[in-house]
């Protein structure tokens, strides 16, 4: 008797655990640990991941495992034990925790059905519903649903004529084409070939065809490279000497492109001694974590190749790390360029379909290199040398919803298993990162120079106080109206960027740059319109609305924000013959718009473009010489305790995108403090300066990296129950926690209703607290247990998006 263990689909605090099913004879060779099963739950069929096999069990009356929905583990035994670690680290579900390592695809879709009970006869149905029983054994719901048919099957439900079963739908729809092949020998079909009359050139043609390649062609590639029709392929399959089978391929995203192969570069001095101890970990086994930093175009990249190389050739494998939006056409081509066909690649823009079967290819050990998006860190690899993470200060690596892991976490977690190093490569790494480099935990290799040794853009700051003084109160300052003027007349391209996000709202004073802070938390208060109130979203600190500056008494103290249409409107006024296009979260929504958008930029079909954040990253594009900063304030001001790293990490990235090529180019940052160190230090580019200066403030006031945070948010429909709730669980962490945790709260979140429901919060900042995680988990029994209370509690351990 063999006994599976098994993890249900069932994201619930109860069923958080593994349950024990008796394994069927007809499946004990088949089913394995990683499988996904269908296992009868309650009255229910559902999907459940097999964890292990094993010969006993504590319960009795086990039940039987339904039929496996694979016949091969998705999950390898490292992944399976990653699942452990995620789950204790981020505090999720297990269900999840193995959900997020698979392709969407692969999540179970359940059907719900309706079919006769065991036992009662097709006569015993009202004659409305006995054709419909002969025909098929079941209907489904969609289908009773829209044949208006639900009534009458529930009246039959309840005499127990009928019933409702639930099926999880294990069909993938794995992609089949045509595929032609020949039936004979290639001397027999040269035999054929001479049979043929003289008139039947097309097929001749075709056997000749098969006489040089014997293999299986896809119908419709044949049909295209011979210029025949589908009917002269039929004549020679009706005389048995093809053959037509449906065969699957894989959806291949790239298919229709061709990438031109690239050889290794001999690299430079600094390359050289980067790459040095990178080589070193990969060839003795040595997990090590490496910072590789250095300013966009200093070859970082190509250093990545050249270890993927090393890797490749000790036949082991390796990840790459990309943020989503970074993953242009344009990178993709280096690694396919590098790699070929050994490299799969994983982005948000393919369809289902086709990431499947890319993530298939790495199951099937096809391809030695995946470049994707943050969740490609739980490619099924078994034998990783190399995990390597772009642009690693990224906040996109962070998930948001259960398991909120962070890729960089993962990636370390997974090297060690696998002994293999992890490169984080960045030219303004997060503090966090840099501070564990300072400290030798990460060994840091620098890339202090531009490969081009091409300049750094000349970047101006303009203080826009000053264009108030002058009368100038447009969104445009006198010198970048003059500026965009010249490029369009110079028919060069300018990139505008509108630093703006989320939901949040600040009061600046326009005079003089002020913006009220939380005297206790030192971020920004946020400006709620409907009660006329300024708030801190950390500690809940309140303040009145002042109608005069406390600094300077200007009147001129107001609510700030511009979105990217009242940009592009007034653009129209002040420079109407301006081509402009507009990149925001509004126009780039639709499949796709994002790459046509810049591809008609790149063909100089506007003169400007105009957009958010979106745009900050991978534009590169020649004819680009001038970016303008609107307003570099907006993200400074954000209730988030990173808002100044955030801010100096783009301004320093938008500025690399000006200039790359042969013109020089121009960067001015607009600007209401110009004197915060983060706008300064942007300016000329110096991290080295900024860090240190972050370093103090993050001291300062306990923050990463000298604190760590957990977040706990509590939601309900009721004001007074997430209020109490909160100061309860507040209180019961505070009795819990050491005197050195710093416990804020309960405070409303920034966004203090979501889907009317209230949300408060409550922020730890703690640095060694072993009883944190054990009091944490407390808190989710406690509350996951009593769906009745209404109450929704989430933990987010080291929170990055803090509302
Ligand atoms: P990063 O990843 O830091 O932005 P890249 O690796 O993309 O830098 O290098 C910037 C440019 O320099 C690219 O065009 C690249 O092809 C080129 N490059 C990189 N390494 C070398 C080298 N050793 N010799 C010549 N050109 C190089
Ligand atoms: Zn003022
Ligand atoms: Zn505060």
């Not at 593994?18 to 296992?39: A, C």
């Amino acid at each position: 008797m063999k006994i599976a263990s098994v993890v249900v689909d069932v994201p619930a605090k109860q069923t958080d655990r593994s349950f024990d099913y008796l394994i069927p004879d007809e499946w004990l060779e088949t089913i394995q640990p990683g499988m996904r099963v269908v296992v009868p739950f309650g009255p229910r069929k559902i999907q459940g991941f097999v964890t292990e096999i094993k010969a006993e069990s504590d319960f009795k009356k086990l039940r039987e495992i339904c039929e496996p929905m694979d016949l091969e583990p998705v999950l390898n035994q490292e992944l399976l034990e990653l699942g452990n670690w995620l789950t204790e680290n981020t505090l999720c579900f297990k269900i999840y925790a193995y959900q997020a390592m698979l392709p969407a695809a692969l999540k179970a879709k359940y059907e719900k059905k309706v079919r006769l009970s065991a036992g009662v006869l097709i006569n015993d149905l009202p004659i409305q519903l006995q054709e419909i029983f002969t025909n098929e054994e079941a209907i489904s719901w969609d289908e009773a649903l829209k044949k208006g048919l639900v009534p009458i099957l529930q009246r039959e439900a309840a005499k127990g004529i009928l019933e409702v079963i639930h099926l999880v739908k294990g069909k993938l729809n794995k992609k089949k084409v045509k595929f032609v092949r020949p039936l004979l020998s290639t001397a027999d079909l040269e035999a054929e070939l001479n049979e043929l009359p003289q008139r039947a050139e097309k097929q001749k043609e075709v056997l000749r065809y098969f006489v040089q390649n014997p293999e299986p062609v896809e119908l419709r590639h044949l049909l295209a490279d011979l210029n025949i029709s589908s009917a002269t392929v039929k004549s020679l399959v009706e005389k048995k000497l093809l053959v037509e089978k449906f065969m699957e391929v894989y959806r291949d995203p790239y298919e229709n492109r061709t990438f031109t192969r690239t050889e290794p570069m001999r690299l430079t001095d600094d390359q050289q001694s980067a790459i040095g101890p990178i080589l070193s970990s990969i060839e003795n086994n040595l997990h090590e974590v490496f910072l590789l930093y250095g300013v966009t175009g200093s070859g970082k990249t190509e250093i990545y190749l050249q270890s993927i190389q090393d890797v490749i050739g000790k036949g082991r494998e390796a990840i790459v790390l990309v943020p989503e939006i970074a993953l242009t056409p344009q990178m993709v081509n280096r690694f396919k360029g590098r790699f070929g066909n050994l490299v799969a690649v994983l982005h948000s823009g393919l369809s289902a379909g086709e990431k499947y079967d890319e993530w298939r290819k790495i199951q099937r050990k096809e391809v030695k290199v995946v470049v994707g998006a943050r969740s490609a860190i739980f490619a099924p690899f078994e034998n990783l040398g190399i995990i390597i993470i772009d642009e690693e200060h990224e906040t996109s690596y962070k998930q948001e919803e259960m398991p909120r892991y962070h890729a960089r976490d993962v990636a370390i977690e997974r090297a060690q298993k696998n002994n293999c190093p992890v490169v984080l490569g960045s030219a303004t790494p997060a503090l966090e990162t840099f501070a564990r480099a300072q400290k030798g935990v990460f060994k840091l290799l620098s890339l202090p120079n531009r490969m081009n040794k091409r300049a750094l853009p000349e970047v101006e700051i303009i203080d826009m106080r000053e264009e108030l003084r002058a009368g100038n109160r447009s969104m445009f300052s006198r010198k970048l109206f003059e500026l965009l003027k010249e490029r369009i007349e110079k028919k060069e391209q300018s990139v505008l960027f509108l630093n703006k996000r989320g939901h949040s709202s600040f009061v600046m004073c326009r005079d003089c740059g002020y913006v009220m802070n939380c005297p206790n938390c030192d971020i920004s208060l946020t400006y709620h319109k409907v009660k006329e109130q300024m708030k801190c979203h950390y500690c809940g600190y309140e303040s009145y609305v002042p109608n005069q500056c406390p600094e300077c008494s200007s009147d001129y103290i107001r609510y700030f924000g511009t979105g990217t249409q009242k940009v592009e409107d007034e653009l129209g006024k002040i420079l109407p013959e301006a081509k402009v296009i507009r990149m925001d979260v509004d126009t780039t929504s639709q499949k796709g718009a994002h790459e046509k958008l810049l591809k008609e930029f790149h063909e100089g079909k506007a003169d400007i473009l105009l957009g958010t954040q979106m745009i900050a990253k991978g534009l590169d594009f020649p004819n680009i010489t001038l970016v303008g900063v609107l307003s570099a304030d907006t993200m400074l001001h954000l209730p988030d305790f990173r808002s100044s790293e955030k801010t100096f990490q783009l301004l320093t990235q938008v500025s690399g995108r000006a200039g790359r090529h042969e013109l020089p180019g121009e960067v001015i940052i607009q600007t209401y403090t110009p004197e915060h160190y983060s706008v300064e230090l942007a300016g000329t580019q110096d991290y080295l300066r900024f860090y240190n200066r972050e370093m103090i403030m993050r001291k300062a006031h306990h923050y990463p990296p000298f604190y760590y945070l957990a977040l706990i948010t509590i939601s309900h429909e009721q004001l007074m129950t997430v209020v109490s709730a909160t100061e309860k669980i507040a209180a019961f962490v505070r009795s819990r926690l050491s005197q050195h945790a710093v416990i804020l709260g309960p405070a409303a979140s920034p966004i203090p209703r979501i889907n009317n429901r209230y949300r408060y919060h409550c922020l730890i900042k703690y640095k060694r607290e072993p009883e944190l995680t054990k009091t944490l988990k407390t808190i989710l029994d406690q509350y996951q247990t009593d769906p009745k209370s209404g109450l929704l509690v989430s933990i987010d351990i080291n929170p990055f998006i803090l509302m």
